[in-house]
């Protein structure tokens, strides 16, 4: 049973509509002035719109990130201890999820992150963890999630990784509903586990048209994020011989960012 106040908000339209709005001013008072600074010294990325969200999601990140990290900690808890093997980080951003995994499981971590601005953060996380480009056991790969083809030579062929580990990352792939499944089925070894926390359509009629509603300029400042992905539908598209989904405790059905949480066997 949710506590009173969120029960009492669930009928409330307004306080849920703009439930986003600090993050999203939030945001845009973080990225603006460096997006601005970068344009003022090279004019040519104001045709650069991909590169200027990436810019902004950094400089949002960067403060924000923590937090969000904190916040999701018990979720990670229970989830990330499960990765072993090859790991396949998509969207590994700073690489916060890398201080709940166990390193003695790890035999490989790839990370793939196509916004380079992420990587000094994400190499000072990968040295924390034990792990390390030189030696091999740690590989940058600067790729989205949907350029399959592309990275999946750095593995060294097809089915090769034992855990897929996506946080907050589905939200922004372009083409979510074909991707994630192609993904799984490409990527992961028979037996071999997705790991997932991500933010999704909400089960709640009003909530999803809220969502729907923000999505449009969400996206643009949050490079891509959309709070209106279906991802626990699309997941379920795999053929998993084993599921375990639960939910982030405390969190109502009612919220805009309504997480879907489960590892997922192949
Ligand atoms: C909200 S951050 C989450 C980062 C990290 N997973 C975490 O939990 O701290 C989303 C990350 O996804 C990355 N990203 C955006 N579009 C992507 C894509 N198409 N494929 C893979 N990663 C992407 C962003 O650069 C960013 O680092």
Known sequence: MPPLFDRILQYLPLPRILSPLPDFLWAVSLGLPPILRAIWSNPSLLFQLKRLQQLGQYQFWKVFGPE????????????????????????????????????????????????????????KAIMEAGLSEEDGSAVLLPYGAGDIDKFVEHLGGENKVDTLVSILVFCSVPNTQQVLPTL????????????????????????????????????????????????????????????????????????LFFHGVGRFIL
């Open 68 to 123: 969000v990290d904190k916040n999701a900690a018990p979720v990670k808890c229970q989830l990330l201890p499960w990765a072993e093997g090859v790991v396949f980080e998509i969207g590994a951003g700073h690489g916060h999820s890398l201080k709940y995994m166990t390193r003695q499981q790890i035999t490989k971590y790839y990370a793939l992150e196509p916004n380079t601005d992420m990587w000094p953060g994400l190499r």
């Open 184 to 255: 799984c089925e490409r990527l992961l070894k028979k037996g071999g586990s997705l790991l997932m926390y991500e933010h999704c359509l909400s089960p709640v009629p009003s909530s999803r048209l809220y969502q729907r509603l923000w999505t449009p300029i969400w996206s643009i400042v949050f490079d891509g994020c959309c709070l209106d992905k279906d991802t626990m539908t699309w997941v379920n598209q795999v053929k998993w011989s084993d599921k375990h989904v639960w939910r982030k405790e405390g969190e109502p059905e009612w919220s």
